[in-house]
Structure formats: C-alpha cells, structure tokens
C-alpha cells in the first residue's frame, strides 16, 4: 500500500494542505494520506504555538469529508520533541511494509540536513516536495549532497499546486479581524471563532 504523510504544526491546518495532499494523492496513486500534527516542534520552539488539542481538532474536522485521509496522532500521543524520522520508523512498525511518501513543502525540503537523522529518514521512505507560490525549488543535488545516502532519482518533485496561503498569513488575517473565508475549511474557521485563536497574535 502507498501511504502520503503529510505533517506540520496545522496552525492552523488551510485549504492549501487539503489541496497539496488530494494532489499528491492522486499524482502518485496513494491509498490514504495521514496528517500528522506534531506534538512539539522543534524548529519552532521561538513562537507560542496553539495546542495540541486544538491543532489536531482542527485537522479532524478539515478531513472528516475525505474518505481517503486520516488524522494520525502518533506525534501527540509521544510527547517531547516531533522528529520525523521517528514518526516514520513507528509507522513502519505499526503499519508494516507500506511505501510511504513523505510530502514536504519546499522550506522543509531545504532544511532537511538539519533534521534528526536524515540519512535514515530518506532511506524508509521516499520524499514527495511541492513548490511553493513566489519561491523556487532548490536543487535536489545541493540537498542531496548533504545527506549520505540520498539520490535525486528518490525524490519525486511536484510542479504543481503552487500555493500561496500560510498558516502564519491566516493567523494575521485573524489577529487583525480580516475574513478568512476560503482560506481554511468552514469547520475550520468557526472552530477559531468558536475559541477565540488567534486573536492578538502577530508574530
């Protein structure tokens, strides 16, 4: 079986992740793709970030109506700091011998080197990287180059959605009482007004 990991801090999770993961779904033939919000993120311990509680409600409600998409919890449940690579090595055991196509954003992609264990990382499973709209891709050889063991032909690079909407931007717009319609899914939207997230919240 082929399965799309799609993880992030999902603060808030936004149509641009809904639509990277239906794309990657069905550019690449995947049975399911997971949303995998993380517990604590260690590349953003510099900004308070919402719940864990609150992050992973939201994503629930952002999926419920997409048969082929599943919350996964496993970085919530874990506590401490959320590495990839041992989000990956769990899946593998508690999932067994599945193709997993881990999908990243183009900065992810970039900052991959700095990952725990990349190496190992790019040997369980096979990195799927979206573009983002107003920055390029980079080289897959100056990323390979860093990481022993990793090959061009392994990453699969798609040329499209090229999407613009950021969890940050969408913070903002809130912080600022600008409409988000659109932006996130209406389930997604009352929750943040139902629990008053992100208001006041520039940074």
């Known amino acids: 079986m082929r ?3 799609l993880g992030g801090t999902f603060d808030p999770v936004h149509a641009g992740h809904i639509f990277v ?11 399911r793709v997971l949303f995998i919000p ?10 308070t970030i919402s719940s864990a509680r609150d992050r992973v409600e939201m994503v629930r409600l952002a999926i419920a109506k997409h048969e082929h998409f599943r919350l996964c919890t496993v970085e919530v449940d874990r506590g401490g700091p959320s590495y990839t690579v041992d989000t990956v090595d769990e899946l593998r055991h508690k999932l067994g011998d ?9 900065d992810s992609f970039t900052e991959l080197p700095m990952w725990k264990e990349p190496e190992r990382l790019v040997g369980m499973c096979r990195l799927v990287v979206v573009p983002r709209l107003g920055s390029n891709l980079p080289e897959l050889g100056e990323v390979a180059a860093r990481i022993n063991g990793m ?24 912080a600022r009482g600008l409409p988000i319609d659109y932006l996130v899914p209406g389930e997604v939207e009352k929750y943040i007004i139902a629990h008053g997230l992100y208001r006041g919240d520039r940074d």
């Open 3 to 5: 399965i799309g990991i």
């Open 21 to 31: 993961a239906e794309e990657a779904r069905l550019r690449l033939s995947l049975e």
């Open 38 to 47: 993380a517990g604590n993120p260690w590349l953003k311990v510099d900004r």
């Open 98 to 106: 599945q193709e997993f196509y881990l999908i990243l954003g183009r």
């Open 151 to 174: 090959r061009e032909q392994d990453v699969v690079t798609l040329d499209s959605p090229m999407i613009g909407i950021s969890s940050s931007g969408i913070r903002d717009r809130v």
